[in-house]
């Protein structure tokens, strides 16, 4: 997922684009399965970053060409020994943002490491980054859960409940959610708005992140889903945060007209 600090250099290179440009991105980056729900350029930017699995990978597209690069190292008068080829020119941009604005956002959020702010702050994050992989089969593994990770899905359909829960096999889960993405051709689309987030601390240090969007085939919404992760940092991996357990609730519906909230959640408990 895209940490603060890409986000900013990111906006800060759409603000140089023109809304043809903007739409086409975002376009690419949501796979078209949003293009006729982006209405405005900010819809748009929100796309882009919502769903760019990382900096890297957004200043490859081929859509931010090497002209763009160049205009924008020039923009921050950062030198570039010239001929270079456009993976340079990502690199040194990489690597920019990630001297000059990962310390500021670090600092931001250090101050106020206590403040549900900041653990409202992971809880999008964390849901950018995992539907992104999930959604794109790309980067999920078992490296980002516990040994003894639990996943229970729960599938209504027509009203019928089907549940399966797999426990203590971190590759089990990771090949059973691909599968289940797959197995429908389904696409995540999380509600990233505060009625569809919440991140919370439970007494024993567990973060937990609750989420709800629509699930949709081929760009038709077909449903929707809410989902709950308990997080902890793995002290053996740098701090990182890893999942320790995740509950999903999958539900078939026809006409759904707007994004669900989190005020309606059967696994989390608002009041």
Not at 65 to 92: C, F, G, H, M
Not at 238 to 265: C, F, H, R, Y
């Amino acid at each position: 997922m895209l940490n603060e600090a890409s986000k900013l250099g990111i906006e800060e290179i759409l603000s140089s684009l023109d809304d043809n440009t903007i739409f086409a991105l975002a376009t690419t980056v949501t796979q078209g399965l949003l293009k006729n729900r982006l209405n405005t350029r900010q819809e748009a930017t929100n796309a882009i970053l919502n769903y760019s699995p990382d900096a890297v990978s957004f200043l490859r597209r081929r859509i931010i060409t090497r002209e763009i690069l160049l205009s924008y190292l020039l923009q921050k008068n950062i030198s570039t020994d010239l001929p270079a080829t456009k993976s340079d020119l990502v690199q040194r941009i990489a690597n920019f943002w990630k001297a000059h604005y990962s310390q500021e956002v670090s600092n931001e959020l250090s101050a106020n490491t206590a403040d549900s702010g900041s653990i409202s702050l992971l809880a999008e994050q964390f849901t950018q980054w995992f539907y992104s992989m999930l959604n794109k089969n790309e980067c999920l593994n078992n490296e980002h859960f516990y040994s003894d990770a639990r996943l229970t899905i729960n599938k209504f359909d027509n009203g019928t409940l089907t549940s399966e829960t797999i426990e203590n096999n971190p590759q089990e889960i990771v090949e059973r959610l691909f599968l289940m993405r797959m197995q429908y051709n389904l696409f995540f689309n999380p509600n990233l708005s505060a009625d569809g987030v919440q991140g919370r601390v439970d007494l024993h240090g567990l973060v937990l992140v609750f989420v709800c969007g629509t699930l949709h085939v081929e760009g038709t919404c077909v449903g929707v889903f809410e989902q709950v992760f308990g997080l902890v940092r793995d002290p053996l991996t740098d701090n990182n945060w890893k999942i320790k357990n995740s509950e999903i609730n999958l539900k078939s519906q026809n006409g759904v007209t707007a994004m669900p909230t989190l005020e309606g959640s059967h696994l989390l408990p608002l009041r």
